[in-house]
């Protein structure tokens, strides 16, 4: 089967830094992505990972390696609305996405 | 202003009465997907459409069915629900395929089947 792994919870404090990891085992990977959803609500694009590397956005990076099919997500500088839940995803063939079963971030003060 | 949007938002039926969720997108965007999550699994792709008329099963299409007949719209199907679809349903577009674009998600539907 295809599966996506990442730690269900993250507790960190303001300001601190946090590193979400994701492995992943699939057959086919087009790129890794990642999405941020606070409480229920809509999803929203974080970064993407084709190649080997860090992507980096702001507070937010994204590092991927494909030789050991693993990445991560890297909060820097957290503050309190960054508490919430962070999924990595994979795009395995044509359109067809993967998403790993979230990592629930709590950013205490 | 960009959006998806998806209605209804909230639905309560009884098991087995068709129901149809509406998605539409304003971005012109080819690429449109379902979702639906689940309390500790995550989000699963149901199905998701590359352009018009072109669709593709996700990993859980069992008991939905989709269309794509416009580019703006992309609407899911259940056509003898049961209470095992009970979830929280996104839709989602993006200008291409896959993970490499930005999908844009819809704001939700909430769907119990009893």
């Known amino acids: 089967g295809q599966s996506l792994e990442q730690p269900s919870e993250v507790t960190a404090v303001e300001g601190a830094i946090v590193q979400i990891n994701c492995t992943y085992q699939?057959?086919?990977?087009?790129?890794l992505s990642w999405y941020q959803q606070h409480d229920g609500g809509a999803p929203t694009f974080l970064s993407y990972?084709?190649?080997?590397g860090l992507e980096e956005t702001g507070r937010f990076s994204s590092f991927l390696s494909r030789s050991d099919s693993y990445g991560y997500l890297l909060l820097q500088e957290l503050q309190m609305k960054d508490s919430a839940s962070y999924f990595c995803?994979?795009?395995?063939?044509?359109?067809?996405?993967?998403f790993g079963q979230g990592t629930e971030l709590s950013v205490k003060p | 202003e960009a959006q998806v949007t998806q209605n209804p938002r909230y639905l309560i039926t009884v098991t087995g009465k068709k129901l149809t969720v509406t998605c539409s997108q304003n971005m012109n965007h080819e690429y449109m997907s379902w979702y639906r999550q689940d309390p500790g699994l995550g989000l699963r792709q149901i199905y998701y459409?590359?352009?018009?008329?072109?669709?593709d099963k996700g990993d859980v299409p069992e008991g939905y069915k989709v269309s794509r007949k416009e580019k703006r719209n992309f609407p899911l199907i259940l056509e003898s629900p049961s209470p095992n679809q009970t979830s929280l349903y996104f839709c989602a577009s993006s200008s291409g395929a896959g993970g490499a674009y930005e999908q844009y998600f819809g704001p939700g539907t909430r769907l119990t089947v009893t």
């Open positions: 990972n084709a190649l080997d």
């Open positions: 699939t057959s086919g990977f087009y790129g």
């Open positions: 459409s590359m352009n018009v008329e072109v669709t």
């Open positions: 995803a994979v795009r395995v063939a044509g359109g067809k996405l993967i």
